[in-house]
């Protein structure tokens, strides 16, 4: 499609120091419900993740590395995304235009299918009501409708944000937006300035100049520090992370021990 | 028609088939789905005009500028403010849910005060002119020093109005809550004769030697220091973390050196030994602008070369002689201290030791090094008149003794308190107010502050929260939360530019709360007389407006005021010693006591482990308690239903007989608890870490009631130096469930 959109994001784990600061501006952007007791992560709604990766050594050679983890939106290979091909109530999309794997709340009935294709753990459930304590349902914000019981939920690359931002462009005459017109909300709020967002396939956005997408590979990086999660599931992610720290790069396609000779990740 | 077996289950069937077949159970199915999801309870946020308010954040004594976003008269959001000198629009995670302690559930709406153990409610007027009441009859009896005050800072109009009331009623008796600042205050006030603030050039340092400082865990001003350590990086700079637990800091950093706890003021002093040996430090800088050196050299060439330290610290002289060369090698190296957040003082001489690597390589108020900021010095009030009853009880020593003969360097010894009034027969505080700190939760030893805050007859809490101090608590006048109120923010810590920031009201306060400020000066005026004459404002909002005159319209448009052509002072100019130089040793450095590792308390046989704190960005341990976003975020690693991980090396863990996940019983001196076990091998053998900010019994469901207060576990451990608390940790003991 012409000028299509691709958007994606480059995260540093150099940069990132797991503060957990995008998990929380997430929330409240996009009014995620929280319950007494959220311990228990298989439950509990997220639609940023920090992860922990360790080098699997011992005291004193072990290493941490901390792992972002917002939904891939997967592109797969003309935008089969393994979420998208298994909805039958077709409540999750792929977006030609953006790039962005939306999730129709009002569709989905609940079957979870895509929890089980997904294999990054993105897609969350809601077995509760989302209520709020007396009072705190004031801070919803009302760009974002809350999830009832019953439904999947997922990041949505904070998409009412690109509806704004497209809105004011439009108000102004404009037909395009420029880059920091649209960030999302985990982006904007990182104190240490690891996430970047943006167009891939725009040549000026800085997740193009990090992330070296190669068309012809599938959006494989051209950046040696760049990798991304799982990528021989062929799943075409939009997410790129960079890493100094070999084991770190090797991690993010969880291999097994003695799995890779040299060849990979070269 | 004859109803017989077969025409009854052939009705049966065929009715169950056809009612399958039509679309009746799906279409049921669905509107009963799609009727229960729409249960009244499911809220539908309001749309409403959008508009953003400029602020700077009080959480905590960081500094960070903020942009609230509001929905009509909701605040549904907090930003980083793009351009704001400390944060630039980055966050920290306590911030961004701070509309969560706005609409918390456990605000104080109204003033109250117990009456039989029961909280009652009461008007402004009523609990202005009870206090009155009660503090006229004390200065009466000739009791004014009994009055107290313990705030979270001593800087700023707040704190200022507090300690002005105290000093003009008659009582020296004003409290700072404890923190590595005090220290950091008192290593300059000795060394250089400024009574300033340190400052941390972080991002144009190319060598940061952290001293177990949590740089990327809430250490100073968060917002500042998570900045300042991606451009470090981006410089190409290089950190090492020297902490015996691989803590974010230490993940994120070049180096992690572990060391035996409570020994790295030993591995500074033998880092200086390799340096001074060596002559790798600045010559230049040590003949110009400093004296005492040679003392210095002498104490430290006898008392420090690296086999004695490396047998104090666990580190191989080989590293400890590899660390210093590349540190003193360095362009611009800078050492740091004070553990983890920097919630407790500390050993003054570990402060001193590592402020003194700075001096050995002469980088002190240079580009990337620590600067001397001045205190801020917009608050110029008119000189108090004092009448005879504040004249005598000025003349009162400090309950804790700060400032007397036995710790005359402290100014603040709040860890004593509890000590003092438990040791008494009749409680030395009779009235103690509490205002933006909760000590009950904060301070060492839980035991022992909660009898003492039993004790205290009158404890007037101005906190905006239902917290653990407020619950012991007489009188609570509720203050508005720091997005319904202006106040000045006169520093941000760690910062090295002078900077004063303002935090303005976003919404009308949501309750019948009122200003600190405010009730400060009704009170005075109350009281009247010399009192009342010394607070000439109609109110705290004309105080403030006035006290910031010069800044007001900056204040007011920008959110803050900055120096930002501050460079450190010159050199020439920068110390206010005897020598006007940097003093390596002086009369008052003399009479300290001598570098002691500070040993834990509890004996080696019963408690064979140490107990050590650490802080996570994702549990706000301040006087603030971590709104439920914060506790959401929280690694399964860390809490898991309502019990707290303890982190253990696998090899410990295995004498112990204790694997992942199993339950334990962690006994200090001071405490047991049930904990469960997490093994990690970022922690040396031989050490426990448990996080701080946890085992609330005040605040909601979301907080109240989940892991353990460290605190409660701890003891305070006197510097033999300072007076200042400088425990580190404590001896434990874990054992199987």
């Known amino acids: 499609m012409e000028n299509?959109?691709?958007?994606?994001?480059?995260?540093?784990?150099?940069?990132?120091?797991?503060?957990?600061?995008?998990?929380?501006?997430?929330?409240?952007?996009?009014?995620?419900?929280?319950?007494?007791?959220?311990?228990?992560?298989?439950?509990?709604?997220?639609?940023?993740?920090?992860?922990?990766?360790?080098?699997?050594?011992?005291?004193?050679?072990?290493?941490?590395?901390?792992?972002?983890?917002?939904?891939?939106?997967?592109?797969?290979?003309?935008?089969?995304?393994?979420?998208?091909?298994?909805?039958?109530?077709?409540?999750?999309?792929?977006?030609?235009?953006?790039?962005?794997?939306?999730?129709?709340?009002?569709?989905?009935?609940?079957?979870?299918?895509?929890?089980?294709?997904?294999?990054?753990?993105?897609?969350?459930?809601?077995?509760?009501?989302?209520?709020?304590?007396?009072?705190?349902?004031?801070?919803?914000?009302?760009?974002?409708?809350?999830?009832?019981?019953?439904?999947?939920?997922?990041?949505?690359?904070?998409?009412?944000?690109?509806?704004?931002?497209?809105?004011?462009?439009?108000?102004?005459?404009?037909?395009?937006?420029?880059?920091?017109?649209?960030?999302?909300?985990?982006?904007?709020?990182?104190?240490a300035g690891a996430i970047v967002f943006g167009d891939l396939n725009n040549p000026e956005h800085a997740v193009h100049q990090l992330a070296q997408p190669d068309p012809a590979r599938h959006g494989h990086s051209k950046n040696p520090r760049a990798f991304r999660l799982l990528e021989r599931l062929g799943t075409n992610t939009k997410i790129y992370y960079l890493s100094s720290r070999e084991w770190v790069r090797k991690a993010g396609d969880n291999y097994l021990e003695g799995e890779f000779k040299s060849k990979a990740h070269s | 028609m004859k109803v017989d077996r077969r025409s009854f289950l052939s009705f049966i069937l065929g009715g169950a088939a056809g009612t399958a077949l039509s679309p009746l159970p799906w279409k049921l199915t669905d509107d009963f789905s799609i009727w229960s999801q729409n249960w009244p309870w499911t809220p539908v946020p309001q749309k409403g005009e959008i508009s953003y308010v400029n602020s700077a954040c009080t959480l905590c004594p960081g500094g960070c500028g903020i942009s609230v976003k509001k929905v009509d008269e909701r605040v549904i959001k907090i930003e980083g403010l793009k351009g704001h000198p400390v944060n630039d629009g980055g966050l920290c995670i306590l911030g961004l849910a701070g509309a969560q302690l706005l609409y918390g559930a456990t605000r104080i709406q109204t003033p109250i005060k117990k009456v039989n153990g029961r909280w009652q409610k009461l008007s402004w007027k009523e609990a202005i002119t009870e206090l009155a009441a009660r503090l006229k009859e004390l200065r009466a009896k000739g009791s004014a020093h009994t009055v107290a005050c313990v705030a979270g800072s001593d800087r700023g109009t707040v704190p200022e109005l507090f300690s002005r009331f105290l000093a003009v009623y008659g009582s020296p008796n004003f409290f700072r809550t404890p923190s590595i600042w005090d220290s950091y205050e008192l290593a300059l006030y000795l060394t250089q004769g400024t009574r300033s603030m340190a400052g941390f050039d972080i991002e144009n340092a190319d060598f940061i030697l952290s001293f177990g400082s949590g740089l990327i865990e809430g250490w100073g001003s968060p917002g500042y220091?998570?900045?300042?350590?991606?451009?470090?990086?981006?410089?190409?700079?290089?950190?090492?973390?020297?902490?015996?637990?691989?803590?974010?800091?230490?993940?994120?950093?070049?180096?992690?050196?572990?060391?035996?706890?409570?020994?790295?003021?030993?591995?500074?002093?033998?880092?200086?030994?390799?340096?001074?040996?060596?002559?790798?430090?600045?010559?230049?800088?040590?003949?110009?602008?400093?004296?005492?050196?040679?003392?210095?050299?002498?104490?430290?060439?006898?008392?420090?070369?690296?086999?004695?330290?490396?047998?104090?610290?666990?580190?191989?002289?080989?590293?400890?002689?590899?660390?210093?060369?590349?540190?003193?090698?360095?362009?611009?190296?800078?050492?740091?201290?004070?553990?983890?957040q920097g919630h407790l003082p500390g050993n003054l001489q570990e402060f001193l030791a590592v402020h003194t690597l700075n001096a050995l390589v002469g980088n002190i108020n240079q580009p990337g090094g620590v600067w001397a900021v001045p205190e801020p010095d917009y608050i110029d009030w008119p000189e108090l008149e004092m009448d005879g009853v504040a004249s005598e009880g000025l003349q009162q020593t400090r309950i804790d003794g700060a400032g007397s003969y036995r710790y005359p360097n402290a100014r603040y010894l709040l860890h004593r308190l509890p000590q003092v009034v438990n040791a008494s027969d009749e409680s030395p505080v009779q009235v103690l107010f509490v205002v933006d700190a909760n000590p009950v939760y904060s301070l060492q030893d839980t035991a022992s502050v909660k009898k003492a805050f039993e004790k205290i007859p009158f404890v007037v809490s101005f906190s905006s929260y239902m917290n653990e101090t407020t619950a012991l608590a007489d009188l609570v006048l509720p203050n508005h939360v720091f997005l319904e109120r202006y106040e000045d923010v006169p520093v941000a810590y760690g910062f090295p530019k002078p900077i004063i920031g303002l935090a303005r009201p976003a919404i009308e306060p949501l309750y019948n709360t009122r200003y600190v400020g405010d009730v400060v000066i009704q009170l005075a005026k109350e009281l009247g007389h010399a009192i009342g004459a010394a607070?000439?404002?109609?109110?705290?909002?004309?105080?403030?407006?006035?006290?910031?005159?010069?800044?007001?319209?900056?204040?007011?448009?920008?959110?803050?005021?900055?120096?930002?052509?501050?460079?450190?002072?010159?050199?020439?100019?920068?110390?206010?010693?005897?020598?006007?130089?940097?003093?390596?040793?002086?009369?008052?450095?003399?009479?300290?006591?001598?570098?002691?590792?500070?040993?834990?308390?509890?004996?080696?046989?019963?408690?064979?482990?140490?107990?050590?704190?650490?802080?996570?960005?994702?549990?706000?341990?301040?006087?603030?308690?971590?709104?439920?976003?914060?506790?959401?975020?929280?690694?399964?690693?860390?809490?898991?239903?309502?019990?707290v991980l303890v982190e253990v090396n696998p090899a410990t863990a295995k004498q112990l007989g204790l694997s992942e996940g199993k339950t334990a019983n962690l006994t200090t001196p001071k405490g047991a608890a049930r904990v469960k076990v997490h093994l990690s091998n970022g922690i040396m053998p031989g050490v426990v870490a448990i996080p701080r900010g946890l085992g609330h019994t005040a605040y909601d469901k979301f907080l109240a009631g989940k892991g353990v207060n460290y605190n409660q576990l701890s003891s305070p451990v006197e510097d033999p130096a300072s007076g200042h608390d400088a425990a580190w940790g404590i001896r434990a003991k874990l054992s199987r469930a």
């Open chain 2, 225 to 340: 220091m998570f900045r300042a350590k991606g451009l470090l990086r981006k410089n190409g700079g290089r950190m090492d973390q020297i902490e015996s637990r691989l803590s974010k800091t230490a993940a994120k950093s070049d180096h992690w050196i572990a060391i035996n706890p409570g020994t790295e003021g030993a591995l500074a002093l033998g880092l200086a030994y390799v340096i001074i040996k060596e002559g790798l430090y600045n010559q230049n800088f040590i003949d110009q602008y400093t004296t005492g050196f040679s003392d210095r050299k002498k104490r430290v060439i006898d008392g420090f070369p690296p086999e004695i330290v490396s047998k104090m610290t666990g580190i191989s002289t080989g590293t400890i002689v590899a660390l210093a060369k590349d540190f003193a090698r360095a362009r611009k190296p800078l050492a740091i201290c004070g553990q983890g």
């Open chain 2, 535 to 643: 607070f000439p404002w109609a109110d705290y909002a004309t105080c403030l407006e006035e006290t910031l005159s010069d800044n007001w319209d900056t204040l007011v448009e920008e959110g803050y005021v900055v120096d930002a052509e501050f460079n450190g002072t010159d050199l020439a100019d920068a110390f206010e010693t005897d020598s006007a130089k940097f003093e390596f040793n002086n009369n008052e450095i003399r009479t300290l006591a001598g570098y002691n590792p500070v040993k834990a308390e509890g004996d080696e046989a019963s408690y064979p482990l140490l107990l050590v704190p650490y802080d996570t960005m994702r549990l706000a341990s301040g006087y603030v308690g971590s709104p439920p976003f914060l506790v959401k975020a929280l690694e399964d690693t860390i809490l898991t239903g309502s019990q």
């Open chain 1, 4 to 191: 299509a959109k691709k958007f994606g994001m480059v995260i540093d784990l150099d940069k990132c120091t797991g503060c957990g600061a995008c998990m929380v501006a997430c929330m409240a952007e996009n009014n995620i419900p929280f319950r007494a007791d959220n311990t228990d992560k298989m439950l509990s709604i997220s639609w940023m993740h920090v992860y922990k990766l360790n080098n699997r050594k011992l005291f004193p050679d072990y290493e941490e590395c901390y792992l972002p983890r917002p939904c891939q939106h997967c592109e797969g290979h003309g935008g089969h995304s393994p979420c998208v091909s298994v909805c039958p109530a077709t409540a999750t999309d792929y977006d030609m235009d953006t790039g962005i794997v939306s999730q129709i709340y009002p569709r989905c009935f609940g079957c979870r299918y895509c929890m089980a294709a997904c294999p990054y753990h993105v897609r969350q459930f809601n077995w509760w009501d989302p209520l709020w304590p007396d009072g705190m349902e004031k801070m919803l914000n009302p760009s974002v409708s809350v999830r009832m019981r019953g439904v999947v939920e997922k990041c949505s690359f904070c998409i009412q944000r690109y509806q704004q931002a497209k809105d004011r462009a439009y108000m102004e005459g404009r037909r395009e937006i420029a880059e920091d017109e649209y960030q999302t909300a985990c982006t904007q709020a990182c104190p």
